[in-house]
């Protein structure tokens, strides 16, 4: 079976890797960039997409790369922590979670790819324009500098982004992606750990946020690499370029934080120590009712692109990669795309409806609303249940419930049958969040 991908970001890489793990080689990706840059900064994979990297032999890559985050805590503007919880091992699951630098983790799945599919494997600088499908075949059509190269294969897997021509092709008057009104301030700052050197920390509420967890292991002067992320709600304003590498200064945001210096987290410190900081909105697009055209599939955030609420971006095409793998190892190809489409449309169609309204940190605005000054008990404010059934529903629809992940069969081809979740284990809509 051929098959080619469009983009190799986190998703289209880890399809490669997904698809040489079932034996399905005759792979090329097709990026549309000339040189892949480590770009971007901190995400986190979270304990379900770590598995699947672990399934897939990358665990010590990752361990190597990435710091295991072991607590979250969520506090409110005035540093009163709200709700803290363990995380990764620590919180019983049987793989970590990981606060990883973006770019080592594509570069990571980059050397990866080649090492196990060979260099011709990867073609860069090549821009993808439109896949159709004919014959029972998928043919893909990019530019190749001036020349303009058509290839057939079996299936196409477009995974070039929330900005993904395939899509674009498919949808003309979809437009550009949906902006909340909200905008993030991203960086990276070399400085004093904070906490257990493996926490992250969540601060404020869907007005004014600040977000940070260390990315690297403390360094021998004491020192520790913390990714960090302002956000503020700028309704009304005008909507900033989605450009993920947009370089802008700290007035526009840097002042609004001068009062958030905690003893345990001096945030204005932080945005201080940063030598550059990337702006971009919080944008996402609806869901499709579809992923897929005849032999040509959308997938991570081509076909689901969401808020980066609750560290999913990442981890949802990851698992995406590993369902469509295990599907084209299993059955015939128009089966297979359509038991990957049904696993896992309706699985981040919600996750993106529960993004929409803050997703776990419901608990941060909740407490905005009721305690605006600041409280002494939280659980004046809102009670334990209410806490921890925020926390623990965003769990299952999000796919990393403890002992419904530690439990799950895996997505690794056996004789078993097909591992779809039980009906009981399926997200309940209705137990997480509030439509805006
Ligand atoms: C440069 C960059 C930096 C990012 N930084 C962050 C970050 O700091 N924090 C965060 O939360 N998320 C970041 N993201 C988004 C995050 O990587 C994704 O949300 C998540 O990993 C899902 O990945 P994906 O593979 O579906 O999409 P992406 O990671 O966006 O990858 C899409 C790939 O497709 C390629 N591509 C696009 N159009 C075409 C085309 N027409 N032909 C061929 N190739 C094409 C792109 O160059 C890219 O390599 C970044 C994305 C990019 C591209």
């Not at 361990?63 to 620590?90: C, H, Q």
């Not at 403390?218 to 690499?225: A, I, M």
């Not at 990393?400 to 069969?409: D, I, K, Q, W």
Request: with cysteine; hydrophobic share 45%; glycine share 8%.
């Amino acid at each position: 079976m051929r098959v080619l991908i469009v983009g190799a970001g986190i998703g289209g890489l880890c399809t490669a890797l997904s698809l040489e793990a079932v034996g399905i080689t005759d792979i090329v990706v097709i990026e549309a960039v000339p040189e892949i840059l480590p770009l971007g900064v901190g995400i986190n994979l979270l304990p379900h997409a770590v598995r699947e990297l672990t399934e897939l032999g990358l665990s010590e890559q990752l361990a190597a790369v990435g710091v295991a985050t072991s607590d979250l805590t969520y506090v409110d503007r005035f540093g009163s922590a709200i709700w803290s919880e363990p995380r990764g091992i620590a919180a019983g699951y049987h793989w970590p979670q990981y606060s990883i630098h973006r770019g080592r983790l594509q570069n990571l799945l980059l050397q990866e790819a080649i090492r196990r599919l060979g260099p011709e494997a990867i073609r860069a600088g090549c821009r993808v324009r439109t896949a159709t499908t004919g014959d029972n075949l998928a043919y893909l059509t990019w530019l190749d500098g001036d020349a303009e190269v058509t290839e057939s294969a079996d299936v196409v897997i477009a995974a070039d982004g929330i900005k993904s021509a395939i899509r674009a092709d498919w949808f003309p008057d979809e437009g550009p992606p949906q902006w909340n009104g909200q905008v993030m301030w991203r960086g990276v700052s070399q400085v004093t750990p904070f906490r257990s050197t493996k926490s992250m920390v969540m601060a404020g509420d869907r007005e004014q946020k600040f977000v940070a967890y260390p990315i690297e292991a403390v360094r021998d002067d004491g020192t520790q690499l913390i990714n960090w992320i302002a956000e503020k709600d700028c309704s009304g304003s005008e909507l900033a370029q989605q450009d993920w590498n947009r370089k802008v200064g700290k007035d526009s945001f840097a002042p609004e934080f001068d009062s958030w210096s905690f003893d345990w987290l001096d945030i204005p410190r932080v945005i201080d120590a940063a030598d550059a900081v990337f702006e971009y909105p919080m944008v996402d697009r609806p869901s499709l009712d579809s992923w897929i055209r005849g032999r040509v599939a959308l997938l991570g955030d081509a076909a689901h692109p969401t808020y980066p609420i609750g560290s999913n971006g990442s981890s949802q095409a990851i698992l995406d990669a590993r369902v469509l793998a295990y599907a084209l190892a299993t059955l015939p190809v128009d089966q297979a795309l359509k038991f990957y489409e049904d696993e896992r449309l309706p699985r981040t169609r919600e996750l993106q409806r529960v993004n929409r309204a803050m997703g776990p940190e419901l608990v941060m605005q909740m407490v905005r609303e009721r305690a605006p000054a600041g409280f002494t008990n939280i659980h004046a404010v809102i009670d334990a249940a209410e806490l921890d059934e925020v926390a623990a529903s965003y769990k299952r629809v999000a796919g990393f419930a403890p002992t419904m992940l530690n439990e799950r069969v895996s997505w690794t081809p056996t004789d078993e049958p097909a591992p779809i979740l039980a009906p009981t284990e399926a997200p309940n809509p209705t137990q997480v969040g509030i439509e805006r």
